[in-house]
């Protein structure tokens, strides 16, 4: 399919967005007797007192309706006949009209740049939705004017409609105002931003200094308190070997021998140590094993509990197996028996209705013999005028 030549427009949001929902499948429906009246929910939009425009007089309106009207039939023409255009239209509003389709709700309430990109402006979609919405707009401004012409001879629709757009083309102007004071506001504000940034970092600066000085003078007081300390603890220690070689001197022979009684006590209290360790790790030992023949005995317990499980419920299967048969049995003895007694029963009906037909015949043909000889009922002898009757 060749691709359009559209021209590089954004999309116009009018006050037609919202009635899209409707506007591709109405543009397949309009004829000439049922065009206008299907823009009553857009002239709806500009309504306004008639009383203060000033009206046309008869033939200006109807000069200016005529021509109108000319407008819309070739404004319907350019659309129709655009297939391309249409296609296209159709394939980019396809998740949107298969929502009308399938009568899936509508949001109330929608907003107009839910569905743009502002980073991806220039694809195909947003210029088809332009051109369609400019197409709509001016179409229905038409109808609406053509409208006001023809019932109030005035153009109060487009008038309403050129105020609305130079409302818009103001308030856009007064944004983008208010834009380009944000702007210098925002320069103002960085300049400040930076300004107080400075200042805090000279601050910061200033603060770093004070405080590496005072800890270079905590590290001095710290390294002399040391060294005093130092020297103290230096000559504690000399005074207390001092004190320790006089002690010695004078308790050698009674440290010797309270040192061969202490080390026999530490032999034998590291025999007795030795001796209840083995006795525990044996212990130990033999609660291990304990405990692995019960975690075995656990286990194997288990898996006999399940073996155990699995026979009864095989067990109870063949029981209810073996029932459902007995019943299948019963039941079938019983359709059996009464197929038997259907059967006698149908016998003994049979053997009557021979015996009764026979009864019957017999009856039938006794009758019909006695009406023959005595020549009654249907078998009766004519009389004939003039002559008496011959035997049969």
Same mark, same amino acid.
């Given at each position: 399919?060749p691709?359009?030549?559209i021209?590089?427009?954004?999309r116009?949001?009018?006050?037609?967005t919202d009635?899209?929902?409707?506007?591709?499948?109405?543009?397949?429906?309009?004829n000439?007797?049922?065009?206008?009246?299907?823009?009553?929910?857009?002239?709806?939009?500009?309504?306004v007192n =008639?009383?203060?425009?000033?009206?046309?007089?008869? !033939?200006?309106? *109807?000069?200016?309706?005529?021509i %109108? $009207? #000319?407008?819309v039939?070739?404004?319907?023409?350019l659309?129709?006949?655009?297939?391309?255009?249409?296609?296209?239209?159709?394939?980019?509003?396809m998740?949107?009209?298969?929502?009308?389709?399938?009568?899936?709700?509508?949001?109330?309430?929608?907003?107009?740049?839910?569905d743009?990109?502002p980073h991806?402006?220039?694809?195909?979609?947003y210029?088809?939705?332009?051109?369609d919405?400019?197409?709509?707009?001016?179409? =229905?401004v038409?109808?609406?004017?053509?409208?006001? !012409?023809i019932? *109030?001879?005035?153009?109060?629709a %487009? $008038? #309403?409609?050129?105020?609305?757009?130079?409302?818009?083309?103001?308030y856009?102007?007064?944004?983008?105002e208010?834009?380009?004071?944000?702007?210098?506001?925002r320069?103002?504000l960085?300049?400040?931003?930076?300004?107080?940034?400075?200042?805090?970092?000279?601050v910061i600066?200033?603060?770093?200094?004070?405080?590496?000085e005072?800890?270079l003078?905590?590290e001095?007081?710290?390294l002399?308190?040391?060294?005093?300390?130092?020297?103290?603890d230096?000559?504690?220690?000399a005074?207390?070997e001092?004190?320790?070689?006089?002690?010695?001197?004078?308790?050698?022979?009674?440290?010797?021998?309270?040192?061969?009684?202490?080390?026999?006590?530490?032999?034998?209290?590291?025999?007795?140590?030795?001796?209840?360790l083995?006795?525990s790790?044996?212990?130990?030992?033999t609660?291990?094993?304990?405990?692995?023949?019960?975690?075995?005995y656990?286990?194997?317990?288990?898996?006999i509990?399940?073996?155990?499980?699995?026979?009864?419920?095989?067990?109870?299967?063949m029981l209810?197996?073996?029932?459902?048969l007995?019943?299948?049995i019963?039941?079938?003895?019983?359709?059996?028996?009464m197929?038997?007694?259907?059967?006698?029963?149908?016998?003994?009906?049979?053997a009557?209705?021979?015996?009764?037909?026979?009864?019957?015949?017999?009856v039938q043909?006794?009758?019909?013999?006695?009406?023959?000889?005595?020549?009654?009922?249907?078998y009766?002898?004519?009389?004939?005028?003039g002559g008496k009757?011959?035997k049969?």
């Amino acid at each position: 399919m060749p691709s359009l030549s559209i021209p590089n427009k954004t999309r116009s949001f009018g006050s037609n967005t919202d009635k899209y929902e409707n506007g591709f499948q109405k543009r397949k429906s309009y004829n000439t007797s049922k065009e206008f009246d299907e823009y009553e929910e857009y002239e709806s939009d500009f309504k306004v007192n =008639n009383d203060e425009k000033k009206g046309l007089t008869y !033939l200006q309106s *109807s000069l200016f309706a005529t021509i %109108l $009207e #000319d407008t819309v039939t070739e404004m319907r023409i350019l659309l129709e006949c655009n297939n391309v255009l249409r296609a296209e239209k159709a394939h980019s509003d396809m998740a949107m009209l298969l929502r009308l389709k399938y009568r899936i709700k509508q949001p109330e309430v929608t907003d107009e740049l839910e569905d743009i990109d502002p980073h991806n402006l220039e694809i195909d979609k947003y210029k088809l939705d332009k051109l369609d919405s400019d197409r709509m707009t001016v179409i =229905n401004v038409i109808v609406a004017t053509y409208k006001n !012409l023809i019932q *109030s001879k005035n153009y109060v629709a %487009l $008038e #309403d409609h050129v105020n609305g757009v130079l409302s818009t083309d103001n308030y856009r102007l007064e944004l983008a105002e208010e834009e380009t004071r944000n702007r210098i506001m925002r320069k103002e504000l960085n300049k400040q931003l930076r300004q107080q940034r400075n200042h805090m970092k000279s601050v910061i600066y200033d603060t770093e200094a004070v405080i590496e000085e005072l800890n270079l003078k905590v590290e001095d007081a710290t390294l002399h308190a040391e060294i005093c300390s130092r020297y103290v603890d230096r000559w504690q220690v000399a005074r207390t070997e001092q004190h320790h070689q006089a002690i010695h001197d004078k308790e050698a022979a009674p440290s010797t021998i309270i040192e061969y009684y202490k080390h026999r006590a530490d032999n034998e209290q590291r025999v007795h140590a030795e001796i209840e360790l083995l006795f525990s790790i044996s212990i130990n030992e033999t609660l291990e094993k304990v405990e692995e023949w019960m975690a075995k005995y656990d286990k194997d317990m288990e898996n006999i509990d399940l073996k155990i499980q699995i026979k009864k419920n095989e067990y109870y299967d063949m029981l209810d197996k073996r029932i459902h048969l007995e019943e299948t049995i019963e039941k079938h003895d019983q359709l059996m028996k009464m197929w038997i007694q259907f059967k006698e029963e149908r016998e003994k009906i049979r053997a009557y209705r021979e015996k009764m037909t026979k009864s019957a015949i017999m009856v039938q043909a006794w009758w019909r013999g006695l009406l023959v000889r005595r020549q009654l009922g249907p078998y009766r002898v004519s009389k004939k005028k003039g002559g008496k009757a011959k035997k049969k």
